[in-house]
């Protein structure tokens, strides 16, 4: 499984799309992507020993149940003529543009209809996700910048969090959209568009050229992707490049001097 290296990706996605859907401020942009890493693991609910079936033993363990068996019957109903021979449980429905697209859309809905308390449960799903892949030290961090949200809003805070209901479904859909991508570089490759017909295939996997994929956990990912996503997501963080490059003209500045 890809745990780490999807959540981090969904972070540094989350961080990369926070400015073109309105977020300015470090504590909301925080928020957003740990949010986003969190749901960047969920697509692999589908599978029973993945992290966020484990997450929270028999709740997450039956949504898993739910969602690996819906995905299988989905499958065996619309698989196409050239479609493998395959139960349908894992890397199927969930890992799909229109699981993504649909997923963000409820979430949308259901946050805007279930009021504040609603918008806490998804945050807090999505932390503790995110926590449990990226490790202990996301959660301080990311509460943190929900206290420091709350404070820059306050006293109006819990209140507002209604407004804020479309951006969980952006960052819901955008995690489970990362996810996505990120398997289609996989030797098994992600069936993204379904359930649209490719060469014979409703399930038909994306993928790049041989060459360009790698294996779940070998070094590629672990050695070469992993490293790079980390630099990229402090380097995504509001005011990162203003304060490295303030840091670096202080010292050239120095070394002339």
Not at 132 to 147: F, N, S
Not at 175 to 191: I, Q, V
Request: charged share 15%.
């Amino acid at each position: 499984m890809m745990g780490r290296t999807h959540a981090l990706t969904g972070w540094c996605a989350g961080l990369a799309v926070a400015p073109a859907v309105g977020i300015t401020t470090l504590s909301q942009a925080v928020v957003f992507a740990a949010t986003t890493a969190g749901y960047a693991l969920l697509p692999d609910l589908d599978h029973p020993g993945a992290r966020a079936s484990k997450l929270l033993g028999p709740v997450t363990k039956g949504l898993s149940w739910l969602l690996s068996n819906a995905s299988a019957a989905l499958y065996k109903v619309t698989k196409g003529p050239r479609d493998e021979r395959k139960k349908g449980s894992h890397r199927h429905l969930s890992h799909t543009l229109l699981f993504a697209l649909l997923l963000g859309a409820l979430t949308a809905w259901g946050t805007e209809v279930g009021g504040p308390w609603a918008v806490v449960g998804v945050v807090v799903f999505g932390l503790l996700l995110a926590e449990d892949a990226l490790g202990d030290w996301l959660l301080p961090v990311a509460c943190g910048a929900v206290v420091w949200w709350v404070v820059e809003n306050s006293p109006d805070a819990f209140a507002q969090l209604d407004s804020v209901s479309g951006l969980l479904g952006i960052a819901v859909a955008l995690g489970c959209f990362t996810h996505c991508l990120g398997d289609a570089l996989t030797e098994s490759g992600c069936p993204f568009l379904f359930p649209i017909p490719i060469a014979g295939e409703t399930w038909y996997e994306l993928r790049p050229p041989k060459q360009l994929r790698f294996r779940t956990g070998a070094k590629v990912e672990t050695a070469v992707l992993f490293p790079l996503f980390a630099v990229l997501g402090v380097l995504l963080i509001p005011g990162m490049w203003p304060a490295l490059l303030g840091f670096f003209d202080d010292v050239l500045n120095q070394s002339h001097s």
